[in-house]
């Protein structure tokens, strides 16, 4: 599966954006989906998951509620909901694919380019 996220931008400190990662190749549907992102100088860590049938869904404590991931198996899209936003939440974010759901990054086999999402003070 090929991953291609875009939506990253600059906002203020309490604002919101909308990431999408957008899939192509084998059916999106069997693949758990996954957000991740990486700030200069930190390693990359997890953001947030979601199942298959959308069902169940994985957030790092760092943005619980504040972040919130969905997708469309039609549209073969997934979805960050970022609200709220930090200058901690600045960082690259990457969207990720694998066939079971988890928390590391070493889970996920495929990865899209990263978008960059900067967030002033």
């Known amino acids: 599966v090929q991953l291609q996220a875009f939506g990253g931008g600059l906002v203020q400190a309490g604002g919101s954006l909308r990431l999408s990662c957008a899939a192509s190749g084998r059916t999106f549907s069997d693949y758990v989906m996954g957000w991740f992102r990486q700030a200069p100088g930190i390693e990359r860590e997890f953001v947030a998951a979601i199942s298959w049938r959308r069902s169940i869904t994985y957030y790092a404590d760092s943005v619980k509620g504040r972040f919130t991931i969905s997708r469309d198996n039609v549209k073969r899209t997934v979805y960050l909901q970022m609200t709220s936003l930090k200058p901690e939440d600045t960082a690259v974010y990457y969207c990720?694919?694998?066939?079971?759901?988890?928390?590391?990054?070493?889970?996920?086999?495929?990865w899209g380019q990263g978008t960059q999402v900067t967030v002033s003070s």
């Open positions: 990720a694919a694998a066939s079971s759901l988890g928390r590391r990054d070493y889970e996920y086999p495929y």
